[in-house]
């Protein structure tokens, strides 16, 4: 009985030992080659995604200019330049610190106010509101 066990054993090496060198050099390792760029994409992927993740959105400005033209001539456009300048919001930036006064005609001058303003966080039609309302 142990012969017959003993060639059976043997005979299981030998036909593993042919699946091995059947696939030896030739053997179609294409399943773990695809596994492993696959996993390597994905980690390019998480990468770049990380990366974009970090950096700021980009934050959207406009720059205005308005012309401020008063009603008639007893208007004091320093003390409305000064009112102009204390509006204060979110998002709003003054640049200039002087407004220039350009004339109009028969001695009325206008107001050329530049600001910039940040899309997402004001509104410019709320600034010119509030100008108009003086």
Request: proline share 4%; with cysteine; charged share 35%.
């Amino acid at each position: 009985g142990a012969a017959p066990a003993g060639a059976a054993a043997a005979a299981s090496k030998k036909a593993d030992s042919d699946d091995e060198d059947a696939g030896g050099m030739f053997d179609d390792d294409s399943d773990d080659d695809e596994e492993a760029l696959a996993a390597l994409r994905a980690k390019q992927a998480k990468q770049a995604a990380a990366k974009k993740s970090t950096k700021k959105p980009k934050v959207e400005k406009t720059s205005v200019v308005w012309e401020v033209k008063p009603a008639d001539l007893e208007v004091d456009l320093d003390a409305l330049a000064l009112k102009i300048k204390g509006i204060a919001k979110d998002g709003l930036q003054w640049p200039s610190t002087d407004f220039p006064k350009k004339p109009v005609a028969f001695g009325l001058f206008k107001l050329i106010i530049q600001a910039v303003v940040e899309d997402e966080v004001c509104s410019i039609q709320e600034i010119e509101d509030e100008i108009a309302a003086w």
